[in-house]
């Protein structure tokens, strides 16, 4: 895939394996599994699976998740962008697009969230033609939450998961 994608301040481009190390301690992190589903990467070989996954999907949907570098420094910073479901059910629905991000803790309360968001959105409504984009989030996890809501997603409802953790389902069409 050789889509990239610019904003003032990031860099999104495909997820490559040399990529594993910074994600993997991204999500090695326990704070930022919280609102996740609570199961941290223990091992670099998830990260590198994973990656390898992503790509497949890059060949498979023509999209999904983008590795986003800090322009300034070159610093992974977390993943972002949409991504095709048909993989699972959530909420009742499958074969759907789904916009989601994840950045390492360091980089929370920036604005690198609602910056790439706004940037992703743009190119699945505009060079995507997607009628319909899809967004859920953990109900307690009001950042992003915000962000969601700040870049023109109309919260739908409340869910609960397999286990009974509630989600929001979150829906935003091209207008």
Known sequence: MNLILETNRLLLRPLELSDAKAMFEMDNNPNVHRYLWQSPTQEISETLK?????????????IGRFATILKETGEFIGWTGIKFVNDHVENGNTNFYDYGYRLHEKFWNKGYATEASRAWLDYGFNQMNIDKMHAYTHAQNGASNHVLQKVGFQFMEDYPDKDGVIWKWWMMEKL
């Not at 390898?52 to 023509?62: A, I, L, R």
């Open 50 to 62: 994973i990656i390898e996954m992503v790509q497949k999907q890059y060949v498979t949907n023509k």
